[in-house]
């Protein structure tokens, strides 16, 4: 499975994104999918998740109110809708599937099976 990930790019602070994740290969809609996102010096982290029936979705802390994970397994797309971005939100944003069928927040960057390249999102103030 090769995941793609766009969507990125430069914003003001307030402002809001669509990340967009979709694949080449195996249909999406067999996994749940998940985002993570990494700056410089610091560990990926997980920031939404959304199971692959699209019933359950969990959130960080840092994100919850302002994202929202969605899926269209017709259109074999995950996205995720960012709003009132922050400075902090700047970072590499990557898309990733889960095969255990664990809830999202249990997902850590260890138990993703599959990952995209990531895309930049920048949040200027």
């Known amino acids: 499975v090769q995941l793609q990930a766009s969507g990125g790019g430069l914003v003001q602070v307030g402002g809001s994104l669509r990340l967009s994740c979709t694949s080449s290969?195996?249909?999406?809609?067999?996994?749940?999918m998940g985002w993570f996102r990494q700056t410089p010096g610091k560990e990926r982290e997980f920031v939404a998740g959304?199971?692959?029936?699209?019933?359950?979705?969990d959130y960080a802390d840092f994100v919850k109110g302002r994202f929202t994970i969605s899926r269209d397994n017709a259109k074999d797309t995950v996205y995720l809708q960012m709003n009132s971005l922050k400075p902090e939100d700047t970072a590499l944003y990557y898309c990733?599937?889960?095969?255990?069928?664990?809830?999202?927040?249990?997902?850590?960057?260890?138990?993703?099976?599959?990952w995209g390249k990531g895309t930049l999102v920048t949040v200027s103030s």
């Open positions: 290969g195996r249909t999406l809609s067999m996994y749940g």
């Open positions: 990733a599937a889960d095969l255990t069928a664990r809830p999202p927040d249990q997902w850590d960057v260890n138990g993703m099976a599959y």
């Open positions: 959304i199971t692959w029936s699209g019933h359950r979705s």
